[in-house]
């Protein structure tokens, strides 16, 4: 019996032209988010070390095709506010286009806020109520500074319990969220 012709394969997957985000950085553990306020810009951040004190954002206006330091960042050194840190780094964009940035420093999350696309970022260096914590996660309900949440979760460094009597003490899964009731001015910069 014959066979009866087979539809045409569709058209190969294939990559685009790349676009290099991490000059200047290291560019592991790098994170990415699109502005839903605009889809041509495009946040990108990504640790330093902790010795250097030193992490990096940078932003793309068009689309993803280029990316710069964003406009706070110090020249020739990509760091974008006074914030310490150099560990992991986070960043997300919420529903009014606000940028927030997390850097570790082990002891804590040194928290900032940009409101205009990274020209300039308010920050604190002690963004949590906890210490000795670790890998950090954003999500976003809405505006936070107009009645939205900013969530952090974390892994925070042996406070949990003692499992099978053979280790001293177990990291724990830690949620935090900003603003703080009635504090919507430190919304991404203070978390409770």
Known sequence: KPIPPQPPLPSSITFGHPIIAGIGGTGFEESIRIDPTNPNRIY????????????????????????????????????????????????????????????????????????????????????????????????????????????LANDEIGPGGVVCGTTPANNVLVMYRSPVTGLEPTAGIEFG
Do not use: M
């Open 44 to 151: 990108t951040s990504a640790p330093g070390s902790l010795s250097a004190d030193t992490s990096w954002v940078w932003h793309s206006l068009d689309g993803g095709r280029t990316f710069k330091w964003v406009v706070g960042a110090a020249p020739l050194q990509g760091k974008v506010t006074t914030c310490h840190g150099g560990g992991d780094s986070e960043i997300a964009v919420d529903s009014a286009g606000h940028l927030y940035f997390n850097d570790l420093t082990l002891a804590n999350f040194s928290t900032a806020r940009s409101d205009d696309f990274g020209a300039t970022f308010t920050c604190s260096n002690t963004g949590v109520p906890d210490t000795a914590v670790d890998r950090q996660w954003y999500t976003i309900d809405g505006d936070p500074l107009n009645g939205g949440s900013i969530y």
